[in-house]
């Protein structure tokens, strides 16, 4: 069963689409990232499936039911942690927990709540009223609530932007956790790096459209080069013959010689060219570009919000 499916979303505001016919399902029990440069259309996505912003055309479904026919149902089966952190600002987070399970009209469940509230960290600071919390504390917050009715979808929107390396850590066992549970994650971020270590599949949007959607690990190899880095015992005069087709470049006055395996390409059958070299090799190193150069090739976009995001 899928756990979301999303059928021919559009969305345009004042004119200008944000979301153009996007189309694909989540299954049940996956995590999945969907990445994007800013602007790209991924919270408009989320908010269409919340229903926190009007469907323009298409559809959405989650297990089965469709989210404007059977809004109150597909409600509950969602916890949606939204971008922007929204609070409430003069009651206590244990109020605040306890009132948000009874909107969704599930019964307290005081063991589950305080698990969380363990969980999240936020025991220390029960009875504070939220406007005195701090940003990171108000993000834990949202979590907390978003999970409350124990939802079979949890959505995260940007969960970790702002958000210490601590906290962040700490979210992402969190949610993995839960995923081991049953629960299926849907993600935004702009740390690739997280993306790549937390996700099943990924699907990248870029105006609006989505122009990738791979097992994480497939998109990374199809997308990227791998490099050969060889230490060699005596220094070459030039580019040894026969391992054209790796690009072969040389440095560190001729010691170190860099070959690049492109993509699709054998290992087997580089290995075999460099041992036909007569190359006298003493160390190799080899390394793999990660999410963050498949993202740029695949938007031509570089840089971001910091050094390593989207
Ligand atoms: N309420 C709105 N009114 C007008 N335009 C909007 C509104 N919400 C989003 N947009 C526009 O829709 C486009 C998609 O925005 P969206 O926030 O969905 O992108 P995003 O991929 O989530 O970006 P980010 O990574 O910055 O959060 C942008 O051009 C944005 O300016």
């Not at 790549?196 to 199809?222: F, N, Y």
């Not at 080069?225 to 060889?230: A, Q, T, V």
């Not at 860099?258 to 993509?263: A, F, R």
Request: charged content about 25%.
């Amino acid at each position: 069963m899928n756990a979301l499916e999303i059928t021919d979303l559009y969305k345009e505001f004042a004119g200008v689409p944000a979301v153009k016919g996007l189309s694909f399902a989540i299954p049940e029990g996956e995590i999945f990232g969907l990445l994007g440069p800013n602007g790209a259309g991924k919270s408009t996505t989320i908010n269409m499936v919340a229903g926190v912003v009007k469907i323009g055309q298409g559809q959405v479904q989650a297990f089965g039911y469709d989210n404007q026919k059977d809004y109150r149902h597909t409600r509950r089966l969602l916890g949606v942690v939204h971008q922007e952190i929204v609070i409430d600002n003069f009651f206590t987070i244990e109020q605040a927990l306890e009132i948000h399970s009874g909107y969704y009209g599930v019964k307290d469940d005081p063991a589950w709540r305080n698990l969380l509230i363990d969980r999240l960290g936020l025991r220390p600071h029960l009875g504070k009223i939220m406007i005195k919390l701090s940003g990171g504390m108000k993000r834990r917050f949202m979590i907390a609530k978003a999970l409350i009715h124990r939802p079979r979808l949890l959505i995260l929107d940007e969960p970790t932007a702002g958000v210490d390396v601590e906290l962040r850590h700490g979210l992402w066992d969190f949610v993995r956790e839960m995923n081991k549970k049953g629960t299926t994650i849907l993600l935004t971020t702009h740390y690739l790096e997280e993306a790549e270590q937390m996700c099943d599949r990924i699907g990248i949007m870029h105006h609006g459209e989505m122009i990738a959607l791979e097992p994480t690990h497939d998109l990374v190899r199809k997308l990227s080069n791998r490099r050969l880095k060889l230490w060699l015992e005596e220094p070459l005069a030039g580019l040894p013959p026969g391992l054209e087709e790796y690009a072969p470049s040389v440095e560190h006055g001729g010691t170190v010689l860099v070959l690049n395996l492109p993509v699709g390409g054998s290992a087997g059958i580089m290995l075999k060219h460099l041992c036909r070299s007569g190359l006298n090799i003493r160390d190799f190193e080899t390394d793999q570009s990660g999410l963050e150069e498949v993202f740029i090739q695949l938007t031509g976009m570089g840089g971001g919000k910091n050094g390593t995001t989207a």
